[in-house]
T-cell receptor, first 117, second 113 residues
Framework: DTEVTQTPKHLVMGMTNKKSLKCEQH?????MYWYKQKAKKPPELMFV???????INESVPSRFSPECPNSSLLNLHLHALQPEDSALYLC????????????????FGPGTRLTVT | AQRVTQPEKLLSVFKGAPVELKCNYS??????LFWYVQYSRQRLQLLLR??SRESIKGFTADLNKGETSFHLKKPFAQEEDSAMYYC???????????????FGKGTRLHILP
């Protein structure tokens, strides 16, 4: 399996809702990433997990809460979002070995299109 | 400052004509650069990386440290090349696990029939 999968494909939520985005990969990659992509813009890095530990948080507001329950799964918990948080949320993974990145080729999922009303 | 610049938002090229997508970077160390591509309704994917010195789908990119450039080239454009292309730079942190990819703003390539 050489794919990164993301669920749901689309999500509409109100500003008071709590929801979660899920990402899964079975390529044995130990580095996983969350990106936010606005229309016609490049992906913006939000979080990086390395061996299930958070290694980078790009000053993301606390209304976004990542979680890596195991080496194959990555979640992004959403709470009290704002309309400007509407975007495509991309998950990606890459190889790592013993804490050292082996390959910087990132495999991207198809994304979750989030609309906050 | 670490930066990737893609000066063209949109590039329109006739089928069969040569293509060159420009990318310039700013980086204090030894750079590692990539081109990612996003076809319509498909996921973002790696096209090529400079350390591999490979040609993918007829595309090549040469790192020019003197000009701090990593332009993407193809001698004869095909209609299926129409897509969004992102140049990307590996930004190395103090620790290996702090490494991250910085994306340029992207160039939309439109191949005209």
């Amino acid at each position: 399996d050489t794919e990164v999968t993301q669920t749901p494909k689309h999500l509409v939520m109100g500003m008071t809702n709590k929801k979660s985005l899920k990402c899964e990969q079975h390529m044995g990659h130990r580095a996983m990433y969350w990106y936010k992509q606005k229309a016609k813009k490049p992906p913006e890095l939000m979080f990086v997990y390395s061996y299930e530990k958070l290694s980078i948080n790009e000053s993301v507001p606390s209304r976004f809460s990542p979680e890596c329950p195991n080496s194959s799964l990555l979640n992004l918990h959403l709470h009290a979002l704002q309309p400007e948080d509407s975007a495509l949320y991309l998950c990606a993974s890459s190889q790592e070995q013993s804490g050292k990145v082996v390959s910087y080729e990132q495999y991207f999922g198809p994304g979750t299109r989030l609309t906050v009303t | 400052a670490q930066r990737v610049t893609q000066p063209e938002k949109l590039l329109s090229v006739f089928k069969g004509a040569p293509v060159e997508l420009k990318c310039n970077y700013s980086y204090s160390g030894s750079p590692e650069l990539f081109w990612y591509v996003q076809y319509s309704r498909q996921r973002l994917q790696l096209l090529l990386r400079h350390i591999s010195r490979e040609s993918i789908k007829g595309f090549t990119a040469d790192l020019n440290k003197g000009e701090t450039s990593f332009h993407l080239k193809k001698p004869f454009a095909q209609e299926e090349d129409s897509a969004m292309y992102y140049c990307a730079l590996l930004s190395k942190g103090a620790l290996n696990r702090d490494d991250k990819i910085i994306f340029g703003k992207g160039t939309r390539l439109h191949i005209l029939p």
